[in-house]
């Protein structure tokens, strides 16, 4: 019996010695995010960065996204890894606020500087989970919006589609709230999974972004170019525009303007500045200065 005993003992505790030492390190890396984000939110550590969208059509800019980064670290190695914990956590309110008010403050600045028009569209990024938060407080973007001189109908709140919405019934309230005040809609991500299709249907968006994955290769495969096509079809029945994330091959942004798409964005186009740069075709594309097929 002994030796049953010590035999268990053998194999089990350096079991247990492994998982206790697992166990001090997953709670040293949580307590060094914590720390960094409590940092970050206190110091407004984000870099925030302007990336072009443009008519497929016509090659007008019509507007930029918004990106907010946080400082490369040793809790946060990439913008991913910081948005992914923030997502586990209960700060997502306070960075989203913190997001919000980087994002206007930087492009009024950077619309300053270089002495340009800001009459662009602006889409913003937006948890989704923000918008219904019991500590939002109504009027909040509009003041932000009036101290920056920026208007309403400017601006275009992405929801991701990795966020799922379960409560459509009052969130689609909480957005006819923002749209009366001349906000408009747009789903991110869309292609990339069931909950973007019941959004579409539910939500209404005004703007519909299709994921990268479903851009990549577009001109090489088939399933996606038949995805695609009932996508284009559906928001020129419902009037919503349709603008392509992650265009980086010349054949992909061929493809996508033979194929009606509204707008686009991606490094083939422009990439992410610190300051505003309009997006533009590469040169060896030829402008073709034809009517836009926007949706009235």
């Not at 890894?81 to 923030?86: A, C, E, G, N, Q």
């Not at 700060?91 to 989203?96: C, G, L």
């Not at 789903?187 to 994921?211: C, M, R, T, W």
């Amino acid at each position: 019996m002994t030796n049953v005993f010590h035999h268990i003992f053998t194999r089990s505790f350096p079991s247990y010695l492994n998982y206790k030492k697992y166990s001090r390190r997953k709670d040293y890396n949580q307590y060094k995010k914590f720390t960094e984000l409590q940092k970050i939110l206190r110091h407004e550590m984000l870099h925030t960065f302007f990336q072009p969208v443009i008519n497929l059509q016509t090659g007008q800019n019509v507007g930029y996204e918004i990106l907010n980064r946080p400082p490369s670290s040793y809790a946060f190695p990439n913008t991913e890894s910081f948005f992914d914990y923030i997502g586990q956590t209960n700060q997502v309110f306070q960075v989203e606020q913190l997001c919000r008010k980087k994002s206007l403050e930087m492009y009024s600045n950077s619309c300053k500087k270089r002495h340009i028009n800001h009459r662009s569209l602006i889409f913003i990024n937006v948890h989704p989970q923000v918008l219904t938060h019991t500590n939002y407080k109504s009027g909040t973007t509009l003041n932000l919006l009036k101290k920056f001189n920026i208007s309403p109908n400017q601006i275009v709140f992405e929801l991701t589609e990795k966020t799922a919405v379960t409560d459509y019934d009052h969130f689609t309230k909480v957005l006819a709230n923002y749209r009366s005040q001349g906000f408009r809609i747009a789903i991110d991500d869309a292609g990339s999974g069931y909950n973007s299709l019941q959004s579409l249907v539910y939500i209404k968006p005004e703007f519909i972004k299709l994921d990268k994955t479903l851009i990549r290769c577009i001109d090489q495969d088939r399933v996606k170019q038949q995805l695609l096509k009932l996508l284009i079809d559906f928001a020129n029945q419902s009037n919503t525009t349709v603008i392509a994330e992650g265009i980086e091959r010349f054949e992909e942004l061929m493809y996508l303007r033979q194929h009606r798409v509204h707008m686009g964005q991606g490094y083939a186009i422009g990439k992410p500045s610190s300051i505003i740069t309009e997006g533009k075709f590469p040169k060896h594309v030829v402008e073709k200065r034809s009517t836009s097929y926007l949706p009235n």
